[in-house]
């Protein structure tokens, strides 16, 4: 358990500094207003916010997922090994369940954390200076929020998270735990590393798809409100003025940037976890039998009593 905590850890931290631009391109695409839009699509976007409000402006907001994501990945694999330990059997079908219930366990914290990276996100867009930082971090805008909303105000989008996390974290799950067997990854094998990388970034790209609609949902009731104004009274009423404004189209906003996003970020991901407790397991293996360590199938991701993920 220990280790599946600590290489989600070290997976979620390395995850966040190889995407977190693209992240901060969706955002905002997502939300811009469509009367008026600031972005022609996700190059443009990229373009105009270096221009605008040089490099840093892509990483508006990243003090969030560092401190989030990285426990957020902790959590994540740690119920996800733990609950298919629990289920016993290592099947596609327990795949996806134990990734749903890691994905929503994790909502509590993502939620918040992701309220606020939007919010930071979305602060001096188009300025390369802000004139007004209306939060100076992301743990002063989720104070300031607090204070002005309370807990319904930090957890605002919290419906709309679980319903993207539970099931996006199942297809997450199954897809790498179905690609990493068809592809045959092994510790001896010479090209594990490209594999791994391989499974881990069209499993993200395989998540994503199965559930951005409700993030393009998500991410507008978080932003909505920033200058003031609030446009949605929930749910249903931001999916029907959202459609009857933009039509269903909508529904695939900043789809390209999340995409880019998805591989990269992703691959790193995974890849790292399953190395890191593959060597580690290894090395408990030799410090137990005190000898050189047997030749271990390399099934990528939990521990397990039975033979299955790793």
């Not at 989600?8 to 500094?17: P, Y």
């Not at 606020?116 to 867009?125: I, L, N, V």
């Not at 930090?154 to 790498?176: C, D, K, Q, S, W």
Request: one cysteine or more.
């Amino acid at each position: 358990m220990a280790l599946d905590f600590a290489a989600g850890c070290i997976g979620g931290a390395a995850g966040v500094l190889v995407g977190h631009p693209f992240d901060t391109v969706k955002v905002r695409l997502q939300v811009q207003n469509v009367d008026k839009p600031l972005y022609r699509g996700t190059f443009h976007c990229f373009q105009s916010i270096i221009r605008q409000e040089s490099g840093l402006g892509l990483y508006k907001g990243i003090g969030s997922p560092m401190m989030g994501l990285t426990f957020i990945n902790a959590i994540v694999f740690g119920v996800q090994g733990n609950t298919m330990r629990m289920l016993g059997r290592d099947t596609p079908l327990n795949q996806f369940v134990a990734g749903a219930s890691a994905g929503a366990i994790q909502c509590v914290i993502c939620c918040p954390m992701e309220l606020a990276k939007t919010r930071m996100q979305m602060q001096g867009t188009g300025e390369k200076k802000s004139k007004r930082k209306m939060y100076k971090n992301s743990l002063d805008c989720l104070v300031r929020i607090y204070r002005k909303e309370g807990i319904q105000g930090i957890n605002r989008g919290m419906v709309t998270t679980l319903v993207r996390e539970t099931p996006g974290f199942g297809v997450y799950f199954l897809a790498y735990d179905v690609l990493t067997r068809s592809l045959g990854c092994e510790p001896e094998d010479p090209y594990m590393i490209p594999k791994l990388l391989f499974a881990g970034g069209m499993s993200g790209i395989a998540s994503w798809l199965s559930t951005y609609p409700v993030d393009v949902i998500k991410s507008r009731l978080q932003a909505d409100g920033v200058g003031g104004i609030n446009q949605y009274n929930g749910i249903m009423d931001c999916v029907r003025k959202s459609v009857r404004k933009e039509g269903w189209r909508v529904f695939t906003r900043g789809l390209t940037s999340t995409l880019l996003r998805a591989f990269p970020v992703n691959a790193t991901t995974f890849a790292t976890v399953t190395l890191f407790l593959m060597y580690m397991r290894e090395g408990e293996e030799c410090s137990i039998q005190g000898s050189e360590p047997q030749s271990v199938q390399l099934q990528p991701l939990q521990p397990q009593t039975q033979p299955t993920s790793m």
